[in-house]
């Protein structure tokens, strides 16, 4: 069984990102680039030679000792949210464990065997998608991805290693209930991950023509999936402030139902609705 869906589109999400940001700072917004969030605190008296007094009570610090004075703050830092979320008194579950999606691509001279986006089923256990055929912009067909244990929290490549990142996963509980419930399932990714022809031969069930001489490496994505301690995967709203008085004065989304890039405009919409309902606004 299939279902079409001829209205299916594909963007440059990069240049959707950025045209945002655009939309934002001619509304007289400012993009700080490089600037890792390190510390959130109430101010304890307002800035030097400032007219604003305390307009501004929270103080965002960066790690660089670089500082920025807010009224309220809103943060969506996906493979960070759980840090981020615990600077300002909340608690560090859900926790994020990043889990990276490798890509195949097509060859160029094959990629006529892809006319429209082709997904399977989705497994409802799980919140991948499972291998999916994608056309891309730019004409490139990617294939995949699958799902395996990234061992950093911003590693897109396979050798990609940070020891406080992976020790912070394999140390949390909630990732080995989740490896005991899945272990079959587990395997199988790794194994993809190691072997082209497992990989092709998934692809296959879709498009019978594929074979290992079509496909080459490609790319790969790092999802940041929450999960709490019990090994249940997060896949709705998770929204958080932290305690004391700089609870009432920050929201933090921690984690958004996939696919967040596709949602984005509804997402948005939500957050936005719940900022209103937090802050008063």
């Excluded at 933090?252 to 949602?263: G, K």
Aim: some cysteine.
């Amino acid at each position: 069984m299939a279902i079409d869906s001829p209205y299916t589109g594909i963007v440059n999400y990069r240049q959707v990102a950025l045209s945002y940001a655009e939309d934002f700072q001619e509304m007289g917004g400012t993009v700080l680039t490089d600037f890792e969030a390190s510390g959130m605190e109430m101010a304890k008296e307002s800035p030097p030679e400032s007219e604003d007094g305390m307009k501004y009570p929270v103080v965002v610090r960066n790690s660089k000792g670089e500082e920025i004075r807010c009224q309220h703050i809103v943060t969506c830092a996906g493979l960070y949210s759980d840090r981020l979320s615990e600077i300002s008194g909340c608690s560090r579950e859900p926790r994020i464990v990043p889990f990276r999606g490798d890509y195949l691509v097509l060859k160029p001279e094959k990629c006529y065997m892809v006319k429209g986006n082709i997904y399977p089923v989705p497994d409802p256990r799980f919140p991948f998608l499972g291998v999916h055929f994608t056309p891309r912009m730019d004409g490139s067909v990617w294939l995949g991805p699958n799902a395996v244990l990234a061992f950093k929290r911003e590693g897109y490549k396979l050798y990609d290693f940070s020891a406080r990142d992976f020790l912070d996963a394999v140390a949390y509980s909630g990732l080995w209930n989740l490896v005991l419930r899945n272990i079959s399932y587990g395997v199988s990714e790794m194994y993809r991950a190691c072997f082209l022809s497992a990989q092709v031969k998934q692809l296959q069930k879709f498009i019978p023509e594929v074979t290992i001489s079509d496909v080459l490496r490609g790319p790969a994505g790092v999802r940041a999936q929450a999960l709490d301690r019990d090994g249940n995967l997060v896949d709705d709203f998770v929204f958080d402030g932290g305690t004391g008085d700089i609870g009432s004065r920050v929201l933090h989304v921690r984690n958004a139902p996939s696919p967040a890039a596709t949602s984005s405009l509804a997402i948005a919409k939500m957050v936005a609705d719940e900022v209103e309902r937090r802050f008063g606004l």
